[in-house]
């Protein structure tokens, strides 16, 4: 099989040893295979920062059985997208019509036929590497080829929320390209979106750190978010994109004070102890953009 394949993880999930070990050894010269004996470790694997593409998951076991575990994978947010094919015996009672109802892609029965088993989850790989390409396009702005506001609002509250729960930073900096409307009256809209598609490299290629996130907020509008990012550490990554900007050195109008295509920044920074929501966090950034741009643009202004 195409060694690409390998990047596909699979979860095996069956109290009886001998079959993790047959199931294992089917799957584990074509994708990543890990195993787990019980839900709770089923659970913990599937929520990690490694999650599988793909579980397949045995029916009748102790203390949790499939179908109960497979309620819990989907009522899960960060696991409801993974799909799960339950694995049962010939002589077992089988309820399909229960398991599609909690939400399984598809049954294979015991004693395992190789190459229906393999078929099956490959065409449910396959689905789900084509269902996860469309959501990432659904979140993504076609211009810049970076997220787009949908994608960052989603990011966002995620981000907020665990701010508030772990105490810790959280930074957010909005920005515009100075007096983008001229520019595109001037060199034209085809000029425009190129200068667009720049300034979107220049900011992403400034982001160093993992968790650090960029989207189009909207027309000329740029969103960064920086998790554990205290005031100080915004700041050097607004002035960061800023120079960054210059260095792109886009000509625009010579008569401007600054001869290239500019950057406004506005940052704010989450304050754990006083009362805010994220709407205010937002409109705090918001209106630091606002001073940034009323003090002479091609700066950046914290709330």
């Known amino acids: 099989m195409d060694s690409k394949n390998k990047q596909y ?35 913990k694997i599937a929520a990690s920062d490694s999650p599988p593409d793909l579980i397949l998951l045995d029916i009748i076991m102790p203390e949790m059985d499939g179908y109960e575990l497979c309620t819990l994978l989907k009522e899960n947010e960060a696991t409801k997208n993974i799909p799960v094919i339950f694995v049962t015996a010939v002589s077992e ?4 019509t229960r398991g599609f109802a909690l939400g399984a892609v598809d049954y294979i029965t015991k004693p395992f036929h190789p190459p229906m088993v393999k078929a099956r989850v490959k065409l449910h790989l396959n689905l789900k ?6 959501e990432q396009l659904a979140f993504m702005d ?11 609002d989603e990011v966002l509250e995620i981000e907020w929320n665990r701010a508030r729960r772990s105490g810790s930073h959280l930074s957010l900096l ?35 750190r993992a968790g650090d996130f960029v989207a189009r907020y909207g027309g000329d509008e740029f969103a960064v978010v920086l998790p554990r990012a205290d005031a100080e550490e ?6 960061m994109i800023l120079g960054c900007v210059d260095r792109l050195a886009i000509p625009r109008n010579a008569s401007a004070a600054v001869p290239h295509v500019t ?13 805010q929501d994220l709407a205010d966090f937002i409109e705090l950034s918001d209106k630091a953009l606002y001073a940034a741009k009323n003090s002479g643009r091609h700066r950046i202004q914290t709330a």
């Open 142 to 152: 076609g211009l810049t080829e970076i997220p787009n506001r949908r994608r960052f």
């Open 174 to 208: 909005l920005m515009d390209i100075d007096h983008f409307k001229l520019y595109n009256d001037t060199y034209g809209h085809g000029s425009g979106d190129e200068c667009l598609r720049l300034v979107a490299g220049a900011i992403q290629a400034s982001l160093r």
């Open 93 to 96: 009672a089988m309820d399909e």
């Open 9 to 43: 993880k699979i979860l095996i999930v069956d109290d009886n040893s001998q079959n993790l070990e047959i199931l294992m050894d089917l799957f584990r010269d074509d994708y990543k295979v890990v195993a787990a004996i019980n839900g709770e470790r089923t659970l």
């Open 234 to 239: 915004a700041m050097a990554v607004g002035r």
């Open 129 to 134: 590497r084509k269902t996860d390409l469309l």
């Open 263 to 275: 950057l406004s920044i506005g940052a704010a920074t989450l304050q754990q102890d006083r009362q």
